[in-house]
């Protein structure tokens, strides 16, 4: 390739943007583009999550009616999560409580948890012929409280079109802290429609609420955009292979796929969030280290996770995008 272009950037590599405007005012982003046709929108500000992402200009993930919200403007009290969620491609929730507002041992607690609304430092932009890598580090920590460090490695192929997230979480503390992260990894149209395949390959699956239950049957049905959809929660122990464990979603509308895979002993709790209202149509596929009941309920069944100090866990997920139904389907 080298001979033919002036600068890489005419086929591949990474840029960085300001945005201008509205609430998303001043926030940064890195552009990264493989040449392949993947394209992905790092959202510095927030926790170097990714807020869009495309795969030859079809969009893959749900960007929600709130937009771009800068973190000055996040309330973590009750479900003011909500006002800022952008969603977008990949949400972090964590590091020390994720799913539903709660108290626990004397804490107040917000939906999903503070890590997403907290701005990452870019540590290091490296490429070469097989991949770009970008570095990230976001620092949960207070004052006389919780000192957390979440080491974050994307890695871009130039091969194919797939990518490696890779955290690393470190409790730079002198006392143990809870350990919640979950991924929430959100399927918007034109990936997700009516006419789209989920495969969650499963052991068990358990509803989670009565709401839920009631259709549990059709849980990995889509179907159009519905007035007035109420939310549906399942949590699954999904099977795994040489433990690795396997999702995805392949859109029979737009030709493309995509196939989630991550080590099942580092994310052992598996949600899928059914959101299809209109404007609201939205399918979560979240691998995590814990499920969205909040954390007084988690430690209440005896699942907390903790960190020691200096003690450190690493998760990570593969994400590869498909365009043939076929080798999307042997994937599982």
């Not at 020390?96 to 999903?112: K, Q, R, Y």
């Not at 395949?197 to 179907?223: C, E, F, G, M, T």
Request: hydrophobic letters at 35%.
């Amino acid at each position: 390739m080298k001979n033919y272009v002036g600068n890489p950037l005419q086929v591949r590599g990474a840029e960085r943007y300001i945005l201008q405007g509205g609430k998303g005012d001043g926030m940064h982003f890195i552009n990264v583009r493989n040449g392949l046709g993947l394209e992905a929108w790092i959202s510095v500000d927030r926790a170097g999550d990714i807020s869009r992402l495309t795969v030859d200009g079809k969009n893959m993930g749900f960007f929600s009616p709130c937009g771009y919200v800068a973190p000055q403007y996040y309330d973590q009290k009750g479900l003011g999560f909500l006002k800022s969620f952008t969603a977008g491609f990949i949400t972090t929730c964590g590091l020390t409580a994720v799913g539903s507002p709660c108290v626990d041992d004397g804490e107040e607690l917000g939906l999903h948890g503070t890590v997403s609304h907290i701005p990452a430092e870019v540590c290091a932009i490296e490429e070469d012929d097989e991949a770009l890598t970008i570095k990230l580090k976001v620092v949960d920590g207070i004052i006389f409280g919780k000192k957390l460090v979440l080491t974050r490695v994307y890695r871009f192929s130039y091969t194919e079109n797939t990518f490696l997230m890779e955290d690393i979480v470190s409790n730079e503390s002198e006392n143990q802290s809870p350990y919640m992260i979950l991924y929430h990894c959100n399927m918007g149209y034109p990936l997700l429609t009516e006419n789209s395949v989920i495969k969650i390959p499963h052991n068990s699956v358990k509803a989670r609420d009565d709401h839920a239950q009631k259709y549990i049957d059709s849980k990995l049905l889509s179907d159009t955009p519905q007035p007035n959809y109420q939310e549906r929660c399942y949590y699954y122990d999904v099977k795994e292979t040489d433990g690795i464990a396997k999702v995805g979603i392949y859109s029979d509308d737009a030709n493309i796929g995509l196939v989630m895979s991550y080590d099942k002993a580092e994310l052992d709790c598996f949600t899928q969030w059914k959101m299809l209202g209109e404007k609201d149509y939205v399918m979560g596929l979240e691998p995590g280290n814990c499920n969205a009941d909040g954390r007084d309920v988690t430690r209440e069944k005896g699942l907390l996770k903790f960190l020691q100090p200096n003690e450190s866990g690493r998760t990570a997920i593969k994400f590869s995008f498909i365009s043939e139904k076929e080798k999307f389907e042997k994937s599982f």
